[in-house]
């Protein structure tokens, strides 16, 4: 349940990326079904809300006036007695998002209702006004957000990142947006410490790291970026005090020539060089070609280079390939060279018993892997 419920939690910048790949194909055959068991849910709320609004009622009951005039301010935490306004300014919040939810899951509505910016600016003020605007224009406001944003759960939508419309994930969103926490310490945010703890060591098992240790990353361009820089720490421990000094010669790593471009971005970023960031030919179905890695490897320490790191692709972004793992470990652990798993786009293979293998097989050689599920 803990898992389930974190794997929910952990949407946010990109979140929906990192669960669209697992549950994209149950979302797409379901979809029908989805979409009438979510109008049903929503159309009830909606009703009971809507009566409890027309009396001029909040949940928690009570009469109360109308919030449309009202500024922030007047809602708590600012105003200690505004308890009953700010559960009808949430309450109409939450049927705008129902309405766009079922907007959503309708086949007959658009994906998009297109504006070209100048467009949009006509139809939505994007100024900063100097004065707080009241909370009608402020639900407005979030209406209009809805009204002409793309529908990426829509049944008809398809792109290489969102895929459906998790509605438990979004329910953790709003969870978690809630609770306004972080994740510096467990005095801070106990739960959810002990849910990225089990979550994380359960993620170890599955890729074989039994004694590992995980961190959670913003995304896969900073995750590979952290891999590099781990790796060359651990080859070269003298380099977080003394920097190039702790370097006999120029350090040089390799991948394949269809890596995501985060790679070479990292090899700029650290200092490495993109000219030190060599890439290594692939077969005809985007694989790297083992054979031509340990040519280059040799090639480099014959130039007087020390190479130390090599990036395994598992779901190159064009062809989806995913690069021989045990063969490239072989070489890794002959030249001493640390092996990274790039595992972004098809690092939800693991989660499967169908397709882990022979995909993934060797996973649990590398010394570091990334997930950035999509």
Request: glycine letters at 8%; charged letters at 20%.
């Amino acid at each position: 349940m803990a898992i389930q419920l974190f794997r929910f939690l952990l949407q946010g910048s990109g979140t929906t990326r990192r669960h669209a790949i697992i549950c994209g194909k149950r979302h797409f055959t379901m979809s029908m079904s989805l979409s009438k068991t979510i109008s049903d849910a929503t159309t009830t709320v909606r009703e009971s809300m809507k009566s409890a609004l027309s009396m001029g009622m909040s949940i928690g009951g009570g009469r109360e006036k109308d919030v449309g005039t009202l500024l922030y301010q007047d809602l708590v935490p600012w105003n200690n007695t505004g308890n009953k306004e700010t559960h009808e300014f949430l309450q109409r919040l939450v049927l705008i998002l129902l309405d766009f939810i079922d907007k959503t899951n309708d086949r007959n509505e658009k994906v998009l209702d297109f504006h070209h910016p100048d467009q949009l600016l006509e139809v939505m003020d994007m100024t900063l006004p100097d004065d707080p605007q009241n909370l009608d224009q402020l639900l407005t406001d979030c209406k209009d957000a809805l009204k002409y944003q793309v529908k990426t759960g829509h049944p008809h939508f398809y792109n290489q990142l969102s895929c459906g419309l998790d509605t438990i994930s979004m329910a953790g969103e709003w969870l978690i947006a809630t609770a306004n926490t972080n994740m510096f310490t467990y005095e801070i945010a106990p739960v959810f410490i002990l849910m990225e703890n089990f979550v994380l060591k359960k993620m170890r098992e599955i890729i074989g790291f039994p004694n590992g240790d995980s961190i959670l990353a913003p995304g896969g361009t900073i995750s590979n970026l952290y891999a590099i820089i781990t790796a060359r720490h651990k080859k070269f421990p003298r380099y977080k005090t003394d920097g190039l000094r702790a370097l006999d010669s120029e350090i040089c790593m390799f991948t394949s020539e269809h890596c995501h471009y985060s790679i070479k971005s990292a090899a700029m970023v650290t200092g490495l060089g993109t000219d030190n960031c060599i890439s290594v030919p692939a077969d005809s179905k985007g694989r790297m070609i083992p054979s031509e890695l340990e040519r280059l490897v040799l090639q480099a320490k014959g130039k007087g280079k020390i190479p130390y790191f090599v990036n395994c692709t598992s779901g190159t972004t064009v062809f989806g390939a995913f690069d021989p793992i045990n063969e490239i470990a072989d070489i890794c652990e002959k030249y001493n060279l640390w092996l990274h798993i790039d595992g972004a786009w098809g690092g939800s293979v693991l989660l499967s018993k169908k397709y882990r293998l022979p995909r993934f097989a060797g996973v649990e050689r590398e010394v570091i892997t990334r997930q950035n599920i999509h």
